[in-house]
């Protein structure tokens, strides 16, 4: 059973910067198809911190899954089974962007609670 919500984190300026025509279109993708790694409300927080650690300006988007007019499929990464979507998200589909502010560590402190 696939999420209703999952996430995907970006900084504020490639945010602006990548999106066209309703979609956004990250520049790094996992592979040559053109997946894009997202994230389960539990990967959150480790994710920022490998990725993002010290770092200012970074977005946490909300992305309902029910919205994806991508193909949105589960792949084996690491050894767990990651979300990803084909090759950009359609911006209908971002419900909400939270900044995410770090600690004075440069760390990320974030619990995503989904109902």
């Known amino acids: ?18 999106q066209q025509n309703g979609y956004y279109q ?14 389960l409300p539990e990967e959150v927080e480790e994710a920022a911190n490998t990725h993002f650690s010290g770092r200012k300006n970074i977005l946490m988007l909300v992305i309902n899954t029910k919205n994806i007019t991508e193909k949105l499929a589960f792949r084996e990464l690491d050894g767990k089974s990651v979300p990803m979507i084909e090759n950009r998200i359609n911006l209908d589909a ?22």
Not at 1 to 17: A, G
Not at 26 to 39: H, L
């Open 94 to 115: 971002v419900i909400d962007k939270i900044v995410l502010v770090p600690d004075e560590e440069g760390k990320f402190e974030i619990k995503v609670e989904v109902k």
């Open 26 to 39: 990250p520049d790094e993708t996992v592979d040559e198809n053109s997946w894009i790694r997202c994230y």
């Open 1 to 18: 059973m696939k999420p209703d919500l999952i996430f995907q984190l970006v900084s504020r300026r490639k945010w602006k910067e990548r």
